[in-house]
């Protein structure tokens, strides 16, 4: 029960602070942790290549969650209908 709790927690922690890192790309390179440093370049970028540089398993998986979800987000936006010339 202490296991699920604690992975529960961690998972929580890490979607909230992979949101906050997400700021600049500048600000990811200043990350220490190797693993937080991928996380955030690749949710800046989009790019699951971030991802695979990932060591921790839990991390890696929410980050190409993440990356699907923000790809899927770019290329499903309705754009504006072009206006038809007279």
């Known amino acids: 029960m202490l296991n699920k709790f604690i ?5 929580a922690l890490s979607m909230i602070s992979g949101s906050a890192f997400a700021g600049d790309m500048a600000e990811c390179i200043k990350i220490d942790d190797k693993d937080k440093k991928h996380f955030c370049l690749a949710s800046y970028a989009g790019s699951s290549t971030y991802c695979e540089k990932i060591n921790n398993g839990e991390v890696r998986r929410d980050c190409m969650f993440k990356v699907v979800k ?3 987000e770019v290329t499903y936006r309705p754009t504006k209908p072009k206006p038809v010339e007279e």
């Open 7 to 11: 992975t529960l927690a961690f998972c």
């Open 70 to 72: 923000l790809q899927r």
